[in-house]
């Protein structure tokens, strides 16, 4: 709406001005708002990302330790075997 009175037109353009200052200020508060969400989302990830790899690598040590478990149990079962055949012949 052109103003044809200088004054009201400066009015309306102090008016438009500080209007979108303050959408301005309410978009940068946002942003920054989101910015530290995101900062602290990708540290939370970090965290999470380094457990699961300490996790894995215990799960790696288990599941070692359960094969190495498995042929003790197996050559103890093998021995035993052997032992009753023995038994069994005499």
Not at 26 to 46: F, V
Not at 47 to 70: N, P
């Amino acid at each position: 709406m052109p103003y044809k009175d200088p004054q009201k037109r400066r009015e309306a353009r102090m008016k438009s001005y500080y209007k979108n200052k303050e959408k301005y200020s309410k978009i940068k508060q946002e942003i920054d708002s989101l910015s530290k969400e995101h900062e602290e989302l990708k540290n939370e990830h970090a965290e999470l990302k380094k457990q699961i790899e300490q996790e894995k690598s215990s799960l790696h040590i288990m599941r070692k330790q359960q094969i190495e478990v498995e042929k003790e149990l197996d050559e103890a079962n093998s021995r035993l075997y052997n032992a009753k055949e023995e038994l069994e012949k005499k």
